[in-house]
């Protein structure tokens, strides 16, 4: 992890809060919120799951766009993280698909509770054009985010500095860059990403956040 490094944040209780399908649906309190960010099948569920210790938290399917709400989980009774949907390919109507950007749009705009991002993306393959928009706008508005590359155990030793190499290439980003290599099945990243949070929620680093311009795709 290239930022200064944190302790391991403990779980030690988490809740699920509520689905939320617009705006008007999202938690009233002003609980500060990492939302977990990626493209449809990316693992935003599974890395949820392993993230908190449990097995079936955050719903896993094969069929991308299975997420179609913002979902909100209450960790420590400190913050919520929140499972985004994905953007890119799903298999649900237009009409899904424009009421997710919608309410996406209108999250990343105006939520002040928002402090941080888990930016996923796929280890093995190039950035999609949603990817490089999602991580441009975040960069653009000064969001706070960590770069989670996903299904590192899918890579041999050999491939996986180049690979880690091209995805800060490819997507522009500078090398000081909170980076946390991430592996559902062998845990790999966990601890780092847990360290993550705990650097973002610490006290002093929550600010009262302005209404921000969000990316015009999501």
Known sequence: MHEREGVPLRIE????VCSAATSADLPPDRTPEIAVSGRSNVGKSSLLNSLLGRNDLARVSRTPGKTQLLN????????????LPGYGYARVPEGVIRRWRLTMQEYLRRRRQLVGVIQLVDCRHDPSRQDREMIAWLREERVRFCLVPTKMDKLSQGERRPALARLLAELDLPGDLALVPYSIRTREGRDELLAWLDLVLAPGQVPEAAPRNGPERC
Do not use: A, E, T
Request: glycine share 0%; no cysteine; net charge positive.
């Open 72 to 83: 909100f989980f209450r960790v420590n009774s400190r913050f919520h993280l929140v499972d």
């Open 13 to 16: 209780s988490v809740q699920f």
